[in-house]
């Protein structure tokens, strides 16, 4: 019975050592490549990050030729440059489903993840501009009876 406590003051040692936040640590594969999965409406997009120049390939193109609207681009670009870390990491995704500006939340979504994963004390930094986060706004469903999700028919009185 040794392994109970006495007083209230063990209790409180115990919680304190007990209630630490989790350490994150580095992820990177055999490669040195950070790997994230980011998500934005239907388009999902697998992102490998690694040290380098700061190329950036989507689907096997460079971002000016996928991207072509500016506004996408330094969309993708936002968390690199929240961290200070533009022109720093060559960056490789592989995105697939929804639109291109769905696609571009996605790749910005995974880029944030991947750069946890690889440098774990810029979490705060992009958790405060809101990059970890995922945008759990998608399409609403159609409902019967209505011409879309809340549009109705046209209304004819006669």
């Not at 995922?134 to 019967?144: F, L, M, T, W």
Request: charged share 30%; hydrophobic share 40%; aromatic share 6%.
């Amino acid at each position: 019975m040794s392994d109970t406590m006495q007083s209230l003051d063990q209790l409180s040692a115990l919680k304190t050592a007990e209630s630490e936040a989790p350490k994150h640590t580095k992820k990177i594969d055999k490669y040195g490549r950070a790997y994230a999965t980011g998500k934005r409406k239907d388009a999902v997009a697998r992102v490998w990050i690694k040290p380098g120049a700061g190329k950036i390939l989507v689907n096997a193109r460079e971002v000016e030729v996928y991207f072509a609207r500016p506004v996408l681009r330094m969309m993708i670009q936002q968390p690199l440059v929240a961290a200070a870390r533009a022109g720093q990491y060559d960056v490789v995704c592989t995105v697939a489903g929804g639109g291109l500006s769905g696609q571009a939340g996605a790749v910005r979504h995974g880029l944030s993840k991947a750069l946890t994963n690889f440098e774990p004390e810029l979490r705060g930094v992009l958790k405060k501009g809101g990059f970890l986060t995922r945008d759990s706004r998608v399409v609403e469903r159609k409902k019967y009876g209505k011409a879309k999700a809340r549009r109705s028919f046209q209304f004819s009185k006669r």
